[in-house]
């Protein structure tokens, strides 16, 4: 059987000829990663851009990259895309692989970001995408798909207009957890936040290990929709305070949301790629379950900010699969010679 070509990354491929073409300014690049956005802006010129993003990290990244090469493109950070000011005649997505339910979500929120007759571009990383098409046409009404490029390839890119008007739809999955003999609490979602539609099975090991006594002040660092929070504040009772902390503006926004929905008496909400804002030296208990990806370098971030917001005798709870690479850094970090660790539904609980 032939093996399936692989596919190259949009930053590595000529920007399609329909949107060299048909691209106006303003213009609103919707995500991609920095490499893809400055790959597009790069063929267009004298283009007036903005460059949404909903991860406060990444856009840090992309200001840096389009400074190195000279761009004048402006960064906005915002839980939805629908937050900026609108007005735009051309909106150009750039998907990541997967992540379906934020696709449909950045389509929908695109119309209401256009201006009437703007025009709406996906550009996909796939050279056959038969996923968005049918989108477009719930969303716009129909969809176009150019010919093949002069070389005779696909040109990965569908393009629609808007017109007319139509309701907004906020895409929301609702669940309902339980932790221990606590009460049930209901959380809200959204697509692009850590833990979407589900309780991660990750924080469900955290949260019935993590050890937090009444009064106590709680960060909750890498909070996504503040579920790990909210059940250390069942815990610290009335006197507790809870900090969240996530890169992600929709994801604090949340947390901020099932915080108040569940009753946390006394909290703050911080959106920060460096896990900045909550005050050092301040907190009882620090708890963390990151993501795995960069070789773990944001799981060292949490490491490496928990020392600094927990008092001497504060607290550190971090879950993990990957226990043998990240004890030794705890380690180092918090000075001890050895690192509890508690197994606990398949993943490992770090103590310090």
């Known amino acids: 059987m032939p093996k399936r070509k692989r596919e190259r990354p949009l930053s590595q491929l000529p920007v399609p000829e329909v949107l060299l073409a048909k691209v106006r300014s303003p213009l609103v690049v919707v995500l991609g990663s920095p490499a893809e956005v400055v790959n597009l802006l790069s063929a267009l010129p004298g283009i007036d851009a903005t460059c949404y993003q909903m991860d406060v990290f990444q856009a840090e990244r992309l200001r840096a990259e389009l400074g190195a090469r000279g761009l004048a493109a402006s960064v906005a950070t915002a839980g939805d895309l629908w937050d900026l000011p609108g007005g735009y005649a051309s909106a150009v997505y750039l998907p990541a692989r997967g992540e379906r339910a934020l696709k449909i979500d950045m389509v929908e929120q695109s119309w209401y970001v256009l201006r009437d007759k703007g025009l709406f571009f996906v550009w ?8 968005f098409l049918p989108q477009l046409k719930k969303v716009f009404g129909k969809g176009h798909a150019p010919p093949l490029d002069k070389n005779g390839e696909p040109q990965r890119v569908l393009w629609c207009v ?9 895409h929301e999955v609702t669940f309902q957890v339980k932790i221990g003999d606590g009460p049930s609490c209901r959380f809200t979602s959204r697509p692009g936040t850590f833990s979407y539609g589900r309780f991660d099975d990750g924080a469900r090991a955290l949260c019935e290990v ?4 009444p009064g106590d002040r709680v960060v909750d660092i890498g909070c996504g929709v503040g579920t790990n929070g909210v059940f250390a504040s069942q815990m610290a009772g009335e006197n507790g305070y809870i900090a969240f902390v996530d890169s992600n503006p929709r994801a604090v926004a949340l947390a901020e949301l099932n915080a108040r929905a569940n009753g946390v008496p006394k909290f703050d909400t911080f959106a920060s790629s460096s896990v ?9 208990v620090a708890i963390a379950n990151p993501p795995y990806f960069s070789n773990s370098s944001i799981a060292h971030l949490f490491i490496r900010r928990a020392k600094k917001l927990l008092t001497p005798q504060g607290r550190f709870f971090i879950v993990t699969k990957q226990p043998e690479e990240l004890a030794p850094v705890i380690t180092e970090a918090f000075g001890e010679e050895e690192v509890q660790a508690v197994v606990n ?3 490992t609980v770090l103590m310090a």
């Open 124 to 131: 996909s990383p796939y050279s056959t995408d038969a996923f």
């Open 162 to 170: 808007r017109e007319g008007e139509r309701p907004r739809r906020r």
């Open 210 to 213: 993590m050890q937090v006594e």
């Open 276 to 284: 900045e804002g909550p005050p050092e030296d301040s907190f009882d």
């Open 345 to 347: 539904r398949s993943y």
